[in-house]
Structures are given as C-alpha cells and as structure tokens.
Nanobody
C-alpha cells in the first residue's frame, strides 16, 4: 500500500517561492503533482520521470521544478509565484510504470493521492 503526505504549503506574496514535499511510504514509480481550485477540475502541474525528462503544464513551465530524492520523497519547487497559482496541491503516485509519458496528466493513471497542501499567493 502506498501512502502520500504533502507538506510545505503556505501563504506568500506574488513573486515569492515555496517548496512542497511529498513523503512516500511504500513504492510508487509514477508520480506527479496536481492542483485544484474550488469549482474547477484538478489539473496536472508536473510529472516526474526516471530519466529526468520531467513534464510540466504550460502555465508553470520555467517557474516550477519537480524532483525526487533517493529516499523517494517528491518535491515541487514553486518560484515566481502568481495569484493564479493559488490552489490545493496534491501529490499523486502509482507503483506501475507507464511507458507513455504523454498521459502523465491523466488522473486515472494514479491509484494513490495525498490529502493536499494549500498554496495561497496574494498580489
């Protein structure tokens, strides 16, 4: 069984930075960060790949960086934050390996989710 626990959210001013962490217990090969604003669909923000060719949503490319350490903890560095980045951020994972990285934003790909950590960016 995989358990995911996010941390690191908070309130910052526009232009600021945050670093989100996702502690992983169990084994999860495929991992990604999603975010959701009330009343809107959850969207994929960044997908981690073993070969380092990580995937990013167009809205965050160049500002957010996904990484993973040897202990399996997943991170999301958020820089140059904008008010539009305000959302609940979720860590998603699955033990399966998916050879087609183009589907990384498909929620159904991930069998395990954390409870989320709130990021609020003020102007």
């Amino acid at each position: 069984r995989v358990q995911l626990v996010e941390s690191g959210g908070g309130s910052v001013q526009a232009g600021g930075s945050l670093r989100l962490s996702c502690a992983v217990s169990g084994y999860a090969y495929s991992m990604a960060w999603f975010r959701q604003v009330p009343g809107k669909e959850r969207e994929g923000v960044a997908g981690w790949t073993l070969d380092g060719a990580n995937r990013y949503a167009a809205s965050v490319k160049g500002r957010f960086t996904i990484s993973r350490d040897n202990a399996g903890t997943l991170y999301l560095q958020l820089d140059s934050l904008k008010p539009d980045d305000t959302a609940m951020y979720y860590c998603a994972g699955d033990p399966a390996f998916f050879p087609d990285d183009s589907t990384w934003q498909d929620e159904g790909r991930y069998g395990y989710w954390g409870r989320g950590t709130q990021v609020t960016v003020s102007s």
